[in-house]
């Protein structure tokens, strides 16, 4: 288990910025209908968790695909990515799937874009013990349902 | 320095049956495992990490730091590897091994499984060979098996392609919704289908309840305890005598011999201290991959190349299964959530195909953790993220249905385990090293395989197929096996017919690296029943 101590320690270690580039990220791979999307789920909790654990080595790379990520929507959309609307950040993200970018990354857009995606989805479809899906909501939608 | 009659190394599937077999023959039993005794509380249902799904670590050991493996890829890369990580080969590392957490599937492997080389000849560049003893040799320790820890299944449908004497102890467990649909497409298929028959208590059976169908099942420890491996029977009656010290967190570095004679190991205790015991017999229980490992590492002036190797045997035929198989989107709900899943099978295969060796068999899958379902069991076109990902989630988790199945695998020299002449783990041990691939036949095998899981899928009402026949690769995983295998010839085989290693009479193994082949099957049921075999030829011997 994570102390509150680790917890509150790693809310450190993204900047505003790059939480908010997060968030809406998240909110793009896992979009809320009528469920819950990626960060009302828990995902960020989840990501807090493990960037005070096994994905502590992956900080580095989540700071520079998320800097990355602000760059790209600026020098495309001439907004920032958690400003841009929901269609068109889909846009952006396509194009960093395919490593087609426009502006120079430190990190593999498309490497770092699949690790973030694999991330979204343990926190919002892995066991709410993790610190995501928020009360099984992911479970409900899909039904697994936990019997015994 | 401590003494005993016997020293078991490792508490796994096999070991603890030679364990609990030899303290209850009289013997005092000094039982060494690397990993610690878990209750069922110390063991998480962690989605993310455990024995099925372990991205970021297991449930059971070993620990990710200490522990490395080498692997030699086929273009003579070299990786060391952490446990989690793919192609490690892991194993749970902790009393009851594997089995701890397993799917508990206890099959039999067919009379022909034992006959491979003289049924289908010897394919070039593989070393299939016949086993030195028949199914006929194994028939009564299976049964022992059977009821001595405890197994339920059809008995009919068993001993309509099995000879056997008696009966299950229990009835299969209960069918659930993806078993009725998959039975459906079978029986239009003309394909007889069988029970799956499962180390679980489908009654109260051996003083414990009956399995309550949760959805943890393969991965997890079991939270009523009606899941049977070695520890929590033979284990348990092994210690009930009062002969059988259970020692952990202790890793046995090597085994020791005086004049060439083997006395007793030396292991690494939990604070670090190296100690030796003594005893008449060692029987090594450590899994195929360390077992090879362990005898590579004990090395003498009498044997320079490792005990039981002075042919280069040990650790040759690494081998584990392949496994095929096919997802289908169905025309209807499959999964109602009835555990452990894993319900029906088809072993029409696993023999007499035209143009390929050997078979395997082919079943259905246990409950599918979502973030399983998420990484492994989605359509290879569907993005993987947005809104239709969600959808597919949504839609369809209930709706995919698996099969697949162990192919009985070719073996080849080339796929071994040596010792890494660099990397050591936490006490300064030469690790594995992992090299080779499967013979290619194997991997023909189970591109037909691939076809009848599309086969059966398509004929329960699938109304869309995918999944990709397996590659070339290095095998061994859970299933591991072939390091130490059984012969009557030295020179192509590390045991003897009664698992004892060449020109050593008090030194056994007791697990999956006796097996000349690996049958087309989930091999726990036939380590168990060897290990029953060997322990009780030991307690003879003296």
């Known amino acids: 288990m994570t102390s509150a101590s680790e917890v509150a320690e790693i809310v450190t270690v993204l900047t505003e910025s790059q939480r908010e580039t997060l968030r809406a990220l998240i909110d793009r791979i896992i979009p809320a209908d009528d469920f819950p999307g990626g960060w009302d789920a828990g995902v960020g909790d989840y990501l807090d968790r493990q960037f005070a654990a096994d994905l502590r080595p992956l900080i580095e790379m989540y700071r520079a695909g998320l800097d990355a990520l602000g760059h790209e929507a600026r020098a495309t959309t001439g907004s920032d990515f958690a400003q841009v609307a929901p269609e068109a950040q889909d846009e952006v993200l396509r194009r960093v799937e395919a490593g087609d970018v426009a502006t120079d990354w430190s990190v593999d857009p498309a490497a770092f874009f699949r690790t973030v995606v694999e991330h979204a989805a343990e926190g919002y479809y892995g066991d709410p013990g993790n610190g995501g899906n928020r009360d099984g909501v992911s479970w409900q939608m899909i039904g697994f349902e936990v019997t015994g | ?542």
């Open chain 2, 1 to 542: 320095m401590s003494a005993h009659d016997v020293i078991v190394v490792g508490a796994g599937a096999g070991g603890g049956v030679a364990a609990g077999v030899l303290a209850e023959a009289g013997k005092s039993v000094l039982l060494i495992e690397r990993g610690r005794e878990l209750a069922y509380e110390d063991i998480p249902r962690d989605h993310l990490r455990n024995h099925r799904y372990s991205r970021h670590g297991h449930n059971t050991g070993p620990s990710l730091d200490g522990n490395p493996r080498v692997l030699v890829d086929s273009d003579g890369q070299e990786y060391t590897l952490r446990p989690h990580e793919d192609a490690y080969q892991n194993n749970a590392a902790v009393v009851g091994g594997g089995a701890r957490v397993y799917g508990a599937q206890a099959w039999r492997y067919l009379p022909a499984d034992f006959e491979m080389a003289s049924i289908y000849g010897i394919p070039p560049g593989s070393s299939l060979a016949d086993w030195p003893i028949s199914y006929a040799d194994v028939a009564p320790y299976y049964e022992r098996t059977e009821w001595e820890i405890g197994v339920s299944g059809d008995s009919a449908e068993s001993a309509a392609r099995w000879p056997r004497d008696r009966g299950y102890p229990m009835p299969p467990v209960p069918l659930n919704r993806q078993g009725v649909v998959v039975r459906r497409g079978a029986e239009a298929l003309g394909w007889p289908t069988v029970a799956v028959p499962l180390l679980i208590n489908s009654t109260p059976y051996g003083g414990r309840p009956a399995c309550i169908n949760c959805q943890h099942c393969i991965g997890f420890a079991c939270p009523v305890d009606a899941k049977n491996d070695s520890q929590n029977t033979l284990l348990a009656r092994g210690r009930a005598t009062g002969r059988l010290d259970l020692v952990t967190e202790a890793m046995v570095e090597q085994v020791d011999t005086v004049g060439g004679r083997v006395v007793g190991v030396t292991y690494v205790d939990h604070d670090g201290q190296r100690q030796s015991a003594r005893a008449e017999v060692v029987v090594l229980a450590a899994g195929a991959i360390e077992t090879a490992r362990l005898l590579l590492n004990s090395t003498s002036p009498e044997h320079p190349q490792g005990l039981g190797n002075a042919h280069d045997q040990v650790g040759r035929n690494l081998q584990g299964h392949y496994y095929p198989g096919a997802f289908g989107l169905m025309s209807e709900p499959v999964h109602d959530g009835i555990g452990p899943g894993v319900t029906t099978a088809i072993t029409k295969f696993n023999h007499g195909n035209a143009d390929v060796i050997g078979g395997g068999m082919i079943a259905d899958e246990f409950v599918v953790l979502p973030i399983i379902f998420w990484a492994r069991n989605l359509p290879p076109d569907l993005r993987r993220w947005g809104a239709e990902a969600k959808r597919f989630m949504r839609d369809n988790y209930t709706r995919v249905a698996r099969v697949m199945g162990p192919v009985q695998e070719i073996p080849s020299p080339d796929a071994r385990v040596t010792l890494d002449p660099k990397v050591r783990d936490r006490w300064g041990i030469p690790v594995a090293r992992l090299s080779g691939t499967t013979h290619p036949e194997t991997v023909r095998t189970s591109a037909f395989m691939h076809a009848r899981a599309r086969e059966w899928l398509a004929a329960s009402g699938a109304q869309r197929i995918w999944g990709s026949p397996p590659r070339l690769k290095l095998s061994g995983g859970q299933h591991q096996a072939g390091t130490a295998r059984m012969g009557d010839d030295p020179a192509n085989s590390v045991t003897d017919r009664w698992s004892r290693v060449h020109g050593h009479d008090n030194l056994y193994v007791a697990d999956g690296s006796v097996h000349v082949t690996n049958g087309g099957f989930n091999p726990v049921l036939t380590i168990m029943a060897l290990a029953f075999r060997a322990a009780e030829h030991a307690a003879k011997s003296w």
